[in-house]
Structure formats: C-alpha cells, structure tokens
C-alpha cells in the first residue's frame, strides 16, 4: 500500500510537470496510472464489504458411515465484481470429503479445504460435496479465510470468517456376533437384579394386613367395613431406573496411556447397552469420568425416560475422551449420593482393580443393584456382584 501511494504521489507530481511543459502525452499517461491505481485502492477498500460466506451442513448428528452434504456459499452482494476470491476453510480431519483433496493443516487435527470462486456483481456461488464420517466424535469445521486480489493483482485482501459448525458422529451401536454375549441376557440380568418395587399411585386390591405392611398402606375404609386391618395391594413396577456408570479408563495405572480400540468398543457397548434399555421403557441415566472435548463439567446425565434422553446419552458419549478425570471409584464414592433410590447400577469397565469391587460392594451394602458388565480379557471374581464378561481381542 505505501508503494502505491508512493507511485501515485510520482504521477500526480509528473502530471503537474506534464502540464508545465510541451510534453502532450506525459499528462495522459499520469492520468491513466492515476486512475488505474484510484481503481486499485477502491478495489481494496471495499473488496469484502458485503461479501458473505455460508457453510451448511446437511445433517448435524449422524451415525458412522454414513454420509450427509456440505454445501459453501459466497455471495458478492455489491456492484464491485471479485475476479479471483481464494477459500480455505478448516475441515476435520475425522472426516471425509468425496472427490476432493484437502491440505495438510498446521494443526494436525484440521486439513484444508481450498477452492477458487470468481463472483461478478451481485451474484453468488454455491459448492457441494458430499461428506462420510467414519468416526465417533465432535467435528468441527471453521474457520474459513479468504483472499482475493483486483483484476491487475496489483492487491491482495484478506478476510476470516469466524462462523464454526458443529458436527456429532454418534458412537457406532454393536450388532450380537459384536457384542460377545446376548443383549436379551444383559437386559434379563439387570431386570432380575432390581428389586420389586410396587406404584404407590395405582392400586389393584386390598388383602389381611401383615406385620410387614407399613402403615401408610392401610386402607381404613375397609378395616372399618370388615372390621379387621386391610391393606392397599399396589400394582408391582415393571420399568427399572439404571444408572449406567462407564469407566473410561483402559490401561492401569492411567498414566501409561490408552486402549483406542478397547476404549472405543467401551463407548460403543455403553451406546449399546443404553440404547436398548430405554427402547425398553426404562429410565436411563450416565455417568463417567471422562474427559469431555468440549467443556471440564462431570458425566452426569440424570436417569430419564424422556424420548430425546436416549439422543442425549448418545451425544454425550460421542463427545467423550478416552482419557479419565477421576478414578471410577472415587468418582462413585463422591457421586453416590445423587444415585436414586433402589436404581440399578451397571458398571461398564474394562479394567478390575480392588477399588472396583469395592465400589460395587458398597452399593449394594447401601441397597442398590449392582450389575458389571466387563470387557477385559479375564472374568474377575467377586462375590455378590452380577457380573457379564464380554471381552473381544484386537484384530
């Protein structure tokens, strides 16, 4: 820019000698270079002035492996054309964009996307792809920078676009022959394991009251009727509370590092596991001590049958690290008291330390269900405990 201005303060002191002088042609050459780099300095003055850049993406929570579109959109809203505008816009490297290649980012968790547009007045310009994601996660794509130069290339501007888009690839749900063990059977175990609880709400009959009836269950009217004790017979409660409990952890001590594939399969089972269970009409919760990618609050999703419960347990395991905040143990003894009521707890885990069988003994000292659904390569014992064993080798 101080070169242009240099030469321009050069023609405009060459035009005012061109017109002192007999030399004809020299102030119609200034005055050409004048406007030529007036031209240049609008250009670039409003060069991005009601430009915009818009990236939608066809769906924002998808499966694994499937497939959704990405649509880039840039519109020249002004008189002023851009010849030559240049795109780079950071997409993730968690996913996969059809029929085009993309460069390498200078962070290692981005490539770049690059495209050329050229807009003329008012017109705008809309790029589709066609996008796979094959992995679990929280995708990000953004931001997007552009340049663009005046037809003579004599400026380069520059712009960023600071819009981020969000992309949720849900953990991929296991089919039986993935699982290592029947579904049906995890299901019957855990519905087993609950204790009969009846509805206060709903009651069917009355019978003699006993000794072990509470109080609160006599029902007087007909005491005064039959002229002994009755009590209310509730209807017995079919749908179970389970708080799905997933220790993220998948190599002990933690420091040493991470399993990726047993990590993933844990999410994958805990999906699963959560996905079936509230299918069934059962109130769902989760907790973990992962790390979340986004944010430093505790999983902790309170147990629910709400139909968008099961979308919201998918989403947050999605999100989730394969790195812990806390060990399970702790994080269920500091937790425990927030656990409701004769709820079930599944313990989903791939390792077997002292400290698990200890939390899961304490549960049930204090009245709670306790299932183990474990993933490691050999059965623990513990005595007391419901424990499924699912282990699965690394290929």
């Known amino acids: 820019m101080k070169g242009r201005r240099a030469g321009l303060f050069s023609l405009v002191v060459l035009l005012i000698i061109g017109l002192l002088t ?40 998808l499966f694994p492996d499937t497939t959704t579109s990405l649509s880039l ?27 085009i290649e993309t460069q390498p980012a200078a962070s ?19 790029r589709q792809y066609t996008i796979r994601c094959p992995q679990r996660g929280l995708h990000r794509f953004g931001p997007a920078n552009l340049s663009a130069s005046d037809p003579l290339g004599l400026s380069m501007s ?9 992309l949720i690839v849900y953990p991929r749900l296991l089919k039986d022959p993935e699982l290592g063990m029947s579904l049906r059977e995890l299901l019957g175990t855990i519905r087993a394991s609950q204790r009969l ?51 993220i952890e998948t190599i002990v001590p933690a420091y040493l590092g ?6 993933e399969r844990l999410i994958s089972m805990a999906a699963t596991v959560c996905s079936a269970l509230h299918k069934a009409g059962h109130a769902v919760g989760l907790w973990s001590n992962a790390a979340l990618v986004e944010g430093n609050t505790a999983v902790h999703l309170p147990p629910s049958r709400s139909l968008k419960q099961a979308s ?18 702790k994080f269920i003894g500091r937790e425990q008291s927030r656990l409701p009521l004769g709820a079930t707890v599944l313990l989903i885990s791939v390792v077997d330390t002292p400290a698990h069988r200890s939390a899961l003994t304490h549960l049930r000292e204090y009245g709670y269900a306790p299932v183990w659904l474990y993933l490691g390569e050999h059965a623990p014992k513990v005595g ?3 424990l499924i064993h699912s282990y699965q080798r690394e290929p």
């Open 22 to 61: 007999d030399v004809i042609l020299l102030p119609l050459v200034c005055m050409l270079g004048i406007m030529a780099l007036a031209a240049v300095e609008l250009w670039e003055w409003r060069m991005f002035a009601h430009v915009e850049y818009q990236r939608e993406l066809g769906h924002t929570h």
């Open 108 to 126: 290692p968790n981005y490539r770049i996307l690059a495209r050329a547009f050229g807009l003329s007045s008012y017109q705008q310009v809309t």
């Open 73 to 99: 959109t840039l519109s020249n809203r002004k008189f002023l054309p851009l010849p030559f505008v240049n795109l780079h816009d950071l997409v993730p490297v968690g996913i996969q964009i059809e029929q």
């Open 384 to 386: 007391g405990i419901k």
């Open 258 to 263: 991470v399993n990726k594939f047993q990590g």
């Open 312 to 329: 919201a347990i998918l989403e947050v395991l999605a999100q989730m690290s394969l790195y812990s905040r806390i060990e399970i143990a």
């Open 158 to 166: 520059r712009a960023t676009i600071n819009d981020i888009d969000r």
């Open 197 to 247: 609880l009846t509805d206060p709400v709903v009651p069917i009959g009355i019978r003699d009251y006993t000794q072990s009836d509470p109080l609160k269950s006599i029902h007087w009217t007909a005491t005064a009727r039959r002229g002994q004790l009755q009590t209310r017979i509730y209807e017995p409660v079919t749908a179970l509370t389970v708080m799905c409990i997933v220790d």
